[in-house]
């Protein structure tokens, strides 16, 4: 099948996918917010670059767009068009996903990757999943109090 879409209308479609701040992303983002959770980064230089990042509990999050991401639950087929490209880019995100977790991990911090479909369906639950990672005790030490929501807080 080939694209829907002319060489121009298609590159003006593909120039608006945003790499921050997507929708799924700052759905994230405010879900976090209403918990109480605060004190993430945006833009910290560690290996993959995470959406966010929690420096104090060593907590990278990344919101992993089904398409980009091969995302197996929603299983979007790939681009007919143009498969040389596609196949191999989207085959690389896979690997270098696999990859910088690795890194991540050896380096010692925790890694909490959530699908945009999981986030779409209910940004309250991928939440409640970052949460979890930041109280996680790290060798009996405890996140700070900023970093998340503090019980006396919770109405």
């Not at 196949?87 to 910088?100: E, F, S």
């Not at 909490?112 to 369906?121: A, G, L, P, S, T």
């Amino acid at each position: 099948m080939a694209d829907l879409y002319g060489p121009e209308v298609r590159s003006r479609v593909m120039s608006r996918i945003r790499k921050t701040d997507s929708g799924p992303e700052v759905r994230l983002r405010k879900a976090l917010y209403a918990l109480g959770v605060r004190g993430w980064r945006l833009r910290a230089k560690l290996p993959g670059t995470p959406d966010l990042v929690f420096t104090k509990a060593r907590v990278a999050v990344f919101v992993d767009g089904c398409f980009w991401h091969a995302c197996p639950r929603c299983a979007i087929p790939r681009p007919r068009s143009n498969r040389r490209y596609w196949n191999p880019k989207i085959d690389r995100n896979v690997a270098r996903d696999k990859r910088v977790g690795k890194e991540l991990r050896a380096l010692g911090w925790r890694v909490v990757r959530i699908w945009e479909h999981q986030i779409v369906r209910d940004p309250r639950s991928c939440a409640g999943k970052v949460l979890a990672r930041l109280q996680l005790p790290e060798s009996g030490s405890s996140p700070s109090r900023r970093q998340t929501a503090s019980s006396s807080s919770a109405r």
